[in-house]
Nanobody, 127 residues
Framework: QPKLAESGGGLVEAGGSLRLSCLAS???????????MAWFRQAPGNEREFVAA????????LYSDSVKGRFTISRDNYRDTLYLQMNTLNSEDTALYYC?????????????????WGQGTLVTVSS
């Protein structure tokens, strides 16, 4: 199955920005089946929560209310890479950020329907 590898996390001051990346690797036939991709996050002591999702062509996106207007999800299918541009970060954005992918075409916030997951990259926002 495809492997998803996140990068770009780190420590940033409140009000700052970070750009996360997620590289999909594996057999070309497996990667080509990926349609919808998304970002989720999990803060210490909290459940995993939806952040943003994007369709295969990038023409449909979905955001959680908590990040709308501050975060932008995008993808480069030629590079098999998903991105999350995060601006105006605050302490509530501190979490482990996961990349997820599914073969279904519906852009959804439901984590149960995502087929593949990365290991996560840690984002820490200092106040």
């Amino acid at each position: 199955q495809p492997k998803l590898a996140e990068s770009g996390g780190g420590l940033v001051e409140a009000g700052g920005s970070l750009r996360l990346s997620c590289l999909a690797s594996g057999r070309t036939s497996e990667i080509s089946e990926i349609r919808t991709m998304a970002w989720f996050r999990q803060a210490p002591g909290n459940e995993r929560e939806f952040v943003a999702a994007i369709s295969h062509r990038g023409d449909s996106t979905l955001y959680s209310d908590s990040v709308k207007g501050r975060f932008t999800i995008s993808r480069d299918n030629y590079r098999d890479t998903l991105y999350l541009q995060m601006n105006t970060l605050n302490s509530e954005d501190t979490a482990l950020y996961y990349c997820a992918a599914r073969v279904g075409v519906v852009v959804t916030r439901n984590p149960d329907v995502y087929d593949y997951w990365g290991q996560g990259t840690l984002v820490t926002v200092s106040s």
